[in-house]
């Protein structure tokens, strides 16, 4: 059984440039939600899909975008990079909640360095 | 609102000692509570979870109880290994807006031979 995937695992990006991020979830999961890990600090949450559509949104910029696909995949837009954007973005899956604990499995993440 | 507080890091010890790393919550309802840990290079691995009240999660020597008279969920491990060298999270899920995940910051364990 496949866990979460996500693509690229490194990536380097100038200021001003977009980049686009990719997931898949692990096999059964409908629910995708994307973190931004700053170097020494926890994740934070961006944002969600289910059905594809955004659910809920942490609060970052509208420079952040996403899509989900009817495969229940799923990717990460940023346009205009900053440098403050360098992070480890974390892909993680989940069941859609339906009043009960859902755990989210993450993925191993993609490193992003804006110069 | 939801937030997560962990003690700070590094915590240092030496190979059997005994691990406790706090965790305490704010939370509006009754939250879900995790323990994740990440490896150097890694994403996050769950270590172990809590639904409800006076639940005890555990997983590989650990263990945390979910107090809720104290909006506690410490770690333990009665004896810690090298390869337990890690950075912890502890996290909670706000089921009043659709089981989004909040994080605290992290408490990094070396663990020395």
């Known amino acids: 059984d496949a866990g979460v995937t996500q693509s690229p695992t490194h990536l380097i990006k100038t200021r001003g440039q977009q980049v686009t991020l990719r997931c898949s979830p692990k096999?059964?999961?409908?629910?995708v939600s994307w973190y931004q890990q700053a170097l020494g600090q926890g994740p934070q949450f961006i944002f969600q899909?289910?059905?594809?559509?955004?659910?809920q949104r942490g609060n970052f910029p509208d420079r952040f975008s996403g899509h989900q696909f009817p495969n229940y995949s799923s990717e990460l837009n940023v346009n205009a990079l900053l440098l403050g954007d360098s992070a480890l973005y974390l892909c993680?899956?989940?069941?859609?909640?339906?009043?009960?604990?859902?755990?989210?499995?993450f993925g191993p993440g993609t490193r992003l360095l804006v110069l | 609102g939801n937030s997560v507080t962990q003690m700070e890091g590094p915590v240092t010890l030496s190979e059997e000692a005994f691990l406790t790393i706090n965790c305490t919550y704010t939370?509006?309802?009754?939250?879900?509570l995790f323990w994740y840990v990440q490896y150097p290079g890694e994403g996050l691995q769950l270590l172990l979870k809590?639904?409800?009240?006076?639940d005890k999660g555990s997983n590989k020597g650990f263990e945390a109880t979910y107090r809720k008279e104290t909006t506690s969920f410490h770690l333990e491990k009665g004896s810690v290994q090298v390869s337990d060298s890690a950075v912890y999270f502890c996290?909670?899920?706000?089921?009043?807006?659709?089981?989004?995940?909040?994080f605290g910051s992290g408490t990094k364990l070396n663990v020395k031979p």
């Open positions: 993680a899956s989940s069941l859609a909640w339906r009043g009960g604990e859902e755990t989210q499995y």
């Open positions: 096999s059964g999961h409908d629910t």
């Open positions: 899909y289910y059905e594809e559509e955004e659910r």
């Open positions: 939370a509006t309802g009754y939250p879900s």
């Open positions: 809590a639904t409800k009240a006076d």
């Open positions: 996290a909670l899920s706000g089921h009043d807006n659709f089981n989004k995940f909040y």
